[in-house]
């Protein structure tokens, strides 16, 4: 604030983000940046701060709801406030895309809206190094996530995207344990933020209808909770990777031997994805994120209406009913 307020830069601060960015606080920044005239926002901070400001830059530039606009009406938003991001709290690689996922609270509904995109973002390590540890790990699993969730999706067969998908998933696990072993490593920290950022900025995406049904369903979960998004995922992933079992076996399969090294000798296909889940299993254990949603202070109150409430995704291998995302909520507790 003192650098631009030195080079004569008229300067408003929009504070107060919270960690899941409610569809409220999207219009209380918009009515700031127009009550104040802004014509450029730099978001500083994570994941949360950059999505809300995406929305943000494109409320403030019409008198029409967003919310409304993209869900009722099916549009899009065309102006925008032109934006740069510094990236403070990685993991979400949100600072790469247009979409943002903002939780409007009247209507229990946490869900992705298109705003703008950032002319630049600045992934500087040296920015991250004070994030706690809790953090960096529930971020860092958001990554590996988001990289599952491309790559299991359609086509099934494997294309270059997926390839590079797989490195981009062995880097993030070996550098999650290297940063739990050394938190001032930052040759592995960078390593991570570097990740974040190919895990969504369209790279890996390419040919692919992603999967994002494991993304859907917490973010109905955080809805209802506010809880932890990395967490969230952390519990609900093995759950509803054995409920797609047998169908996705093929792909689990792969996984298992391309990110989780583990030998296809003497194994059925089968075996191998559930060798694929085990091991995720496993690793979740190992790097200190929970295994069910007693864990993370949640109880089974809503679990219905969180499974009702969740969108489906169409590249997911498998059509899950609401009665099947109400099982692996249930399993979870």
Same mark, same amino acid.
């Given at each position: 604030m003192s650098v631009l307020k030195e080079a004569g830069k008229n300067v408003t601060e929009f504070s107060g983000i919270m960690s899941n960015p409610t569809y409220e606080k999207v219009q209380e920044g918009a009515k700031l940046a127009r009550e104040n005239g802004i014509n450029f926002i730099l978001a500083v901070g994570g994941g949360s701060v950059i999505d809300c400001c995406k929305i943000v830059s494109a409320q403030a530039k019409t008198d029409e709801d967003i919310w409304d606009l993209e869900y009722a009406k099916g549009g899009q938003?065309?102006?925008?406030?032109?934006?740069?991001?510094?990236?403070?709290?990685?993991?979400?690689?949100?600072?790469?895309?247009?979409?943002?996922?903002?939780?409007?609270?009247?209507?229990?509904?946490?869900?992705?809206?298109?705003?703008?995109?950032? &002319?630049?973002?600045?992934?500087?390590?040296?920015?991250?190094?004070?994030?706690?540890?809790?953090?960096?790990?529930?971020?860092?699993?958001?990554?590996? %996530?988001?990289?599952?969730?491309?790559?299991?999706?359609?086509?099934?067969?494997?294309?270059? %995207? &997926?390839?590079i998908n797989e490195a981009v998933m062995r880097n993030v696990i070996k550098n999650i344990r290297a940063t739990l072993q050394n938190p001032d490593d930052r040759f592995a920290r960078s390593e991570l933020v570097w990740a974040a950022a190919m895990a969504e900025n369209g790279i890996l995406k390419l040919g692919k209808v992603t999967d994002f049904q494991c993304h859907m369903l917490e973010h109905q979960l955080g809805a209802y909770t506010d809880c932890n998004h990395g967490q969230g995922l952390a519990v609900l992933h093995p759950v509803l990777y054995r409920h797609m079992m047998p169908e996705a076996n093929k792909q689990f399969a792969r996984l298992a031997v391309e990110v989780w090294g583990i030998t296809a000798d003497g194994k059925t296909e089968a075996e191998l994805a559930e060798c694929f889940i085990t091991a995720l299993s496993d690793f979740i254990k190992e790097i200190g994120l929970p295994?069910?949603?007693?864990?993370?202070?949640? &109880?089974?109150? &809503?679990?219905?209406?969180?499974?009702?409430?969740?969108?489906?995704?169409?590249?997911?291998?498998?059509?899950?009913?609401?009665e099947e995302l109400l099982a692996v909520l249930k399993e979870c507790v």
């Open positions: 938003p065309k102006e925008f406030i032109t934006m740069g991001a510094v990236v403070t709290a990685f993991g979400t690689g949100a600072e790469m895309n247009n979409g943002a996922v903002i939780t409007n609270v009247e209507k229990k509904q946490k869900s992705p809206l298109w705003g703008a995109f950032y &002319d630049f973002a600045v992934l500087d390590v040296g920015y991250t190094m004070t994030m706690p540890m809790k953090q960096v790990i529930s971020g860092s699993f958001d990554t590996l %996530s988001h990289c599952m969730e491309t790559c299991l999706g359609s086509p099934r067969e494997t294309n270059l %995207s &997926d390839e295994a069910t949603l007693t864990e993370m202070g949640v &109880d089974g109150t &809503d679990l219905e209406a969180i499974a009702k409430s969740t969108i489906r995704t169409g590249g997911c291998v498998k059509k899950l009913t609401d």
